[in-house]
């Protein structure tokens, strides 16, 4: 039997070797870390996550809870170890970065049909492979792949958020609780943290945030600066009006400050970045600030005046092909149907939506081994609904797209009440999916 190459030990391609494997192909995964990292990495672990630890909302009606949920039932490794290295965090699968890195390192390297190489790439290999290796693939294989395709990379620019150590903020006027409470009991604390802001604390600290020095862009990065809309630095969203931020990040809708029992102007959430429970991170606060900068601005929100940052915001910029273009809807690149691509430089945008990509890319990959042929999952299904956007949509201005109810097909008749319409796309994805996965594996 042939073997699969997977270049690229993130979330897809972890993914991806983990499910050819499970299905009996013998899978060489190549990872360049560390013996190379790139500008955001730390670590040599695979699945390292460098922006959020969040995997988003773990309710099925809710986009990214309902693809989990579809992944699960898929059997994905990647959200059964999320699941085992869980964080407190609300109706939101947030883990331990740590421990989930090495959990997910621990299952692909101790897998018998897995044989894991720590080098890098710089050549498309001949024969079956999936191109796993993410928005920061390195420049000789980035190359390599804009030979292969004659289509130009696109670029877009991805930012991380600072991270406070528990202890350093100030509690009041700080306090524990998430939005409407749903995360709790009238007995447990929440699991977010808040920092209140009143109108006058509000735009002060808006006005030292558009003041403030941004880092100066390498010169690689500033070919074609493109933000993405989920991920925009703060700094960019507040130079968009002076209440942007109110109704973004700082909205403080299901709020209520225990001191006056009553919704705050404005409030920055904290949220839980570690299992020991002694880092938060600042929630939607993405910048490419100076870091002496973040330390004078974000120590201007109450609570965080004497706050102790272990990391500061970071900017770096993330590459995708133009996919509608290149792929076939089972990530077959069109060209040449024994490579596949899967994961962020798909387009697809987050952390799940790149396991999703990594875990289709590798049953078919297997699939096309075995000789039997590939397979789409429906477009009722939020992983369908994600893949066939990221292969058809109009390829003029293609941006990265991340799940959202807004890519199923309408309902019919359609419930006016979102809370019920939501419920409905869940219950017919889950139900779609069932019936794919009966009819496709028996």
């Not at 494997?21 to 990495?41: D, W």
């Not at 940052?309 to 060209?335: A, K």
Request: proline share 8%; glycine share 8%; aromatic share 8%.
């Amino acid at each position: 039997m042939n073997e699969l190459i997977v270049i690229g030990a993130g979330l897809a391609g972890s993914e991806a070797a983990w499910q050819a494997a499970e299905r009996g192909v013998p899978v060489t995964l190549y990872e360049m870390r560390p013996a190379k990292m790139t500008p955001a990495h730390t670590t040599g672990l695979f699945a390292e996550l460098v922006c959020s630890n969040s995997l988003g909302s773990n309710l099925i009606n809710r986009a990214q809870g309902l693809l989990k949920e579809e992944l699960r039932r898929l059997g994905s490794l990647v959200i059964r170890c999320a699941d085992a290295t869980a964080l407190p965090a609300g109706g939101a699968l947030a883990v331990d970065r740590h421990s989930f890195a090495q959990a997910v390192t621990t299952a692909v390297t101790s897998h018998p049909l897995i044989t894991v190489r720590r080098e890098e790439v710089t050549a498309i290999p001949p024969g079956p492979a999936i191109i796993a290796t993410g928005p920061l693939t390195s420049e000789p294989l980035a190359q390599a792949i804009a030979e292969l395709t004659g289509r130009r990379y696109l670029h877009f620019y991805d930012a991380m958020a600072p991270i406070v150590t528990l202890e350093s903020i100030r509690m009041p006027p700080a306090w524990r609780q998430s939005r409407y409470d749903r995360d709790r009991d009238d007995q447990a604390p929440g699991d977010y943290i808040n920092c209140p802001l009143n109108r006058q604390e509000y735009y002060a600290f808006v006005e030292a945030l558009l003041a403030a020095e941004t880092i100066e862009l390498r010169p690689f990065e500033k070919e074609d600066e493109r933000f993405f809309e989920g991920c925009l630095p703060v700094e960019v969203l507040a130079a968009r009006g002076p209440e942007a931020l109110a109704f973004g990040p700082l909205r403080p809708v299901g709020l209520r400050d225990p001191r006056t029992g009553q919704r705050p102007f404005a409030a920055v959430q904290l949220r839980q970045d570690n299992l020991a429970g002694t880092l938060y991170n600042l929630v939607g606060f993405q910048t490419n600030l100076k870091w002496s900068e973040q330390e004078r601005v974000l120590r201007m929100i109450p609570g965080l005046e004497e706050a102790e940052f272990v990391r500061f915001g970071q900017m770096h910029r993330n590459t995708f092909i133009n996919s509608p273009l290149l792929l076939l809807p089972s990530l077959q690149c069109r060209s040449r149907p024994d490579l596949f691509f899967a994961g962020q430089i798909t387009g697809s945008e987050g952390y799940v939506s790149a396991a999703a990509g990594g875990l289709l890319a590798g049953l078919n990959a297997a699939r096309l081994i075995q000789g039997k042929p590939p397979v789409v999952p429906p477009q009722e299904t939020m992983l369908g609904a994600l893949l066939h956007y990221v292969t058809h949509a109009e390829p003029d201005g293609f941006q990265p797209m991340k799940a959202n109810f807004g890519l199923l097909p309408s309902l019919f008749p359609s419930p006016r009440n979102k809370r019920q319409r939501y419920d409905a796309y869940a219950k017919r994805a889950l139900a779609a999916l069932e019936a794919w996965k009966n009819k496709t594996f028996g």
